[in-house]
């Protein structure tokens, strides 16, 4: 069954320094990655997806993904945060259900806290 | 962009009754919905997925005749939770997609509901 890893349940980070988000995840076919962030009292918003193609992506945000199949992984970055990227942080894959229906299974989630 | 409200945001109930969750997708005409499960400080777990005019199909584990939805336009889907109890207190999501992208959702804001 698929599966996605987020190891890192809550990172503190410095505003203005570099960020990592891990994810890996567990799909025999060719995986749709995407990650989203959700901010408090806000729905999932889409900051970048992986179909196919140049296996580093760039999103919204100034976020930016790699994709490596080796180490079936798809780590979000950001070269320098701003306090407004504090949010959780979610990482997804996109399967077939056993219905026959497109579904995404979602990692635990990361939660980012900026500090001055 | 794709918007997707829920409607009420939160609800508060008392244990027995039933009560009904709106998702709407305000400006464009979503061919499927989804509903999703959150529990504080951890992952949305897809819980059933509807097509319009079709019966919702439920994820292994959750009940069917507890969580109704209902799926009857292009543009509005239910979660009707019945008799209610606390351990149902959760915070519920929707998402919509329309005939794009694979697997490219539009979320909703959640709704949080507390069963006392």
């Known amino acids: 069954a698929q599966s996605v890893t987020q190891p890192d349940i809550h990172i503190t980070v410095s505003e203005g320094a570099s960020l990592e988000l891990r994810c890996n995840y567990s799909y025999g076919a060719t995986p749709y990655l995407f990650w989203y962030v959700q901010s408090p009292g806000q729905g999932l918003q889409l900051l970048l997806k992986y179909f196919s193609g140049d296996t580093l992506v760039q999103g919204i945000k100034g976020f930016e993904a790699e994709f490596k199949r080796s180490q079936s992984s798809f780590n979000l970055r950001k070269p320098s945060v701003h306090w407004s990227d504090a949010a959780e942080y979610f990482c997804?894959?996109?399967?077939?259900?056993?219905?026959?229906?497109?579904?995404?299974?979602f990692g635990t989630g990361t939660r980012l806290t900026i500090i001055p | 962009g794709a918007v997707v409200s829920q409607h009420p945001s939160w609800v508060i109930c008392k244990s027995g009754t039933s009560v009904k969750i709106e998702c709407r997708s305000l400006?464009?005409?979503?061919?499927?919905m989804f509903w999703y499960r959150q529990f504080p400080k951890q992952s949305l777990m897809l819980m059933a997925t509807s097509n319009e005019g079709s019966k919702a199909t439920y994820e292994q584990g959750v009940e069917k005749d507890k969580f109704l939805i209902n799926h009857a336009s292009l543009t509005l889907s239910t979660l009707t939770v019945t008799s209610a109890h606390p351990e149902d207190s959760s915070f519920y999501i929707c998402?919509?997609?329309?005939?794009?992208?694979?697997?490219?959702?539009?979320f909703g804001p959640g709704t949080r509901l507390t069963v006392t």
């Open positions: 400006d464009f005409q979503a061919t499927t």
């Open positions: 997804a894959v996109g399967v077939i259900s056993n219905f026959g229906n497109e579904k995404l299974t």
């Open positions: 998402s919509a997609r329309d005939r794009g992208p694979p697997y490219e959702q539009y």
